[in-house]
């Protein structure tokens, strides 16, 4: 138990700042970097496509990824459950 | 009580988020359907394999769901990182180490679909590529490693650390080759366009590559420590 509690402390203590850091700033993702590399070395290059649907507000994209997580969440957490209920860990 | 705490780091961790992956359109048509041809052979070993291991042990779809889930998390994790960019976790190498490199194909193609169809992140058209570099080199990675690493009796937790933090850095290693092929010209040779991807990508990745090192620690004992039966089975080489 200790163990796992020490583990997520130092997951909690290395992530924290880039959390807190990312409330105070408005880093741009690597695409949108790697987007700016494309165009250094092909100024000439254009998209032949786009995306079919965006989300239509800062907002909105949050919800979804948010949506994601949920989901993920949801079904570690169900299998975390039915494996304390279950009682499968060896002593 | 921790398992509140698990689920706690997953929901806070959350925010504005910005893609990691190739955006849509920003791959040449011919270099998108061959990275897309490339991907197919694995997508369909991986399927087998899955469906393979369902057979053999029923209770792997549980663990295989819970796989999925871990990458659905962490994939859709953004944390800022050095050089002023944001990005993502993988969550890829839990898989490969647990099921196997065929068996993330799926997984990797549902998460990148996702984001693909509902957030605008990656594309459909760079799918093959991303799904690439996700889930068959991530995954081929993460298995060479640490299969490597438990042959030199490394213990348990820093192989998976190691494992995860190398497979990660992979991922984002191979995008970055793969933009840097399909844009070489006669004025960008291969070489200095994988240097300007790499400084992009992979030094952003460093510091995150961590967390997913400490994280998959977390789940892979988690999942050992409740599923060592059905892993057995599952992975016999495994040796959990």
């Known amino acids: 138990m200790k163990k796992y509690f020490l583990v997520i402390l130092a997951i909690l203590l290395v992530s924290l700042p880039f ?3 990312n409330v105070m700033t408005n880093y741009s993702g690597t695409d949108d970097k790697s987007v700016s590399v494309i165009e250094q070395v092909a100024p000439d290059y254009t998209p032949w496509i786009n995306n079919m649907w965006e989300p239509q507000s800062d907002f909105s994209e949050a919800i979804l990824f ?3 997580t949920a989901i993920g969440v949801f079904i570690i957490a169900l299998y975390v459950v039915y494996s304390f209920k279950n009682k499968k860990y060896k002593v | 009580m921790y398992r509140f705490i698990i689920i706690a780091i997953a929901v806070l961790l959350p925010t504005q988020l910005f893609g990691m992956h190739i955006a849509e359109g920003y791959l ?7 990275w897309a041809v490339m991907f197919l052979p694995f997508l369909f070993f991986g399927v087998r394999k899955i469906k393979n291991i369902s057979e053999k042990e029923p209770k792997a779809k549980m663990l295989f769901a819970v796989v999925g889930a871990f990458v659905f998390v962490l994939s859709s994790v953004k944390l800022p990182s050095l050089g002023g960019s944001s990005s993502h976790l993988t969550g890829i190498a839990l898989g490969a180490i647990l099921f196997g490199a065929s068996s993330m194909s799926i997984i990797g193609l549902i998460v990148l679909l996702f984001q693909a169809l509902l957030l605008a992140h990656g594309g459909i058209t760079t799918l093959g590529a991303n799904a690439f570099s996700m889930a068959v080199v991530g995954s081929v990675v993460a298995i060479i490693v640490y299969r490597t690493l438990k042959a030199a009796k490394i213990s348990s937790n820093v192989s998976v650390f190691i494992t995860a933090f190398v ?5 984002y290693m191979c995008t970055s080759a793969q933009l840097a092929l399909a844009f070489q010209s006669s004025e960008a040779s291969f070489g200095s366009n994988f240097l300007k991807f790499i400084s992009v990508f992979a030094v952003t990745q460093i510091p995150l590559a961590v967390i997913e090192g400490l994280l998959t620690v977390l789940i892979f004992n988690l ?11 599952i992975n016999p080489s495994l040796k959990v």
């Open chain 2, 223 to 233: 999942i050992v420590k409740y599923n060592s039966n059905e892993i057995a089975i």
């Open chain 1, 19 to 21: 959390v807190l850091f």
């Open chain 2, 167 to 171: 497979s990660d850095i992979a991922i």
């Open chain 2, 28 to 34: 040449p048509a011919n270099w998108a359907i061959g």
């Open chain 1, 66 to 68: 948010s949506l994601q």
